[in-house]
């Protein structure tokens, strides 16, 4: 059974800084591409950032310079470093599993605010 939680969360000034994290059981994490979708009321779920297995990473443009995604095999866990927040960050950000071919799994989401 997959299973994907995410923590992290929570209310930030603009120009701070946070990190997320999503902790994966249930699928052998190593082979999986992994990435960081948000979405935000009234508006489309988009991707933020996703990591391969080999660790080659994209970004949509809106974050780069500004996020990080990074993971650790040894802890299934995946990782968003985000610094330098704006106001337009926020958003529920949820974490995905994919492998080739396949549907994918999701998180529950986490809130991120970016307000002062």
């Known amino acids: 059974q997959v299973q994907l939680v995410e923590s992290g969360g929570g209310l930030v000034q603009p120009g701070g800084s946070l990190k997320l994290s999503c902790a994966a059981s249930?699928?052998?994490?190593?082979?999986?591409?992994m990435g960081w979708y948000r979405q935000a009321p009234g508006k489309q779920r988009e991707l933020v950032a996703s990591?391969?297995?080999?660790?080659?990473?994209n970004y949509v443009d809106s974050v780069k310079g500004r996020f990080t995604i990074s993971r650790d095999n040894t802890k299934n866990t995946v990782y968003l470093q985000m610094n330098g927040v704006k106001p337009e960050d926020t958003a529920v950000y949820y974490c995905?599993?994919?492998?080739?071919?396949?549907?994918?799994?999701w998180g529950q989401g986490t809130q991120v605010t970016v307000s002062s």
């Open positions: 995905h599993a994919r492998q080739n071919g396949r549907s994918g799994s």
């Open positions: 249930g699928i052998i994490f190593s082979i999986y591409t």
């Open positions: 990591i391969t297995s080999g660790r080659m990473r």
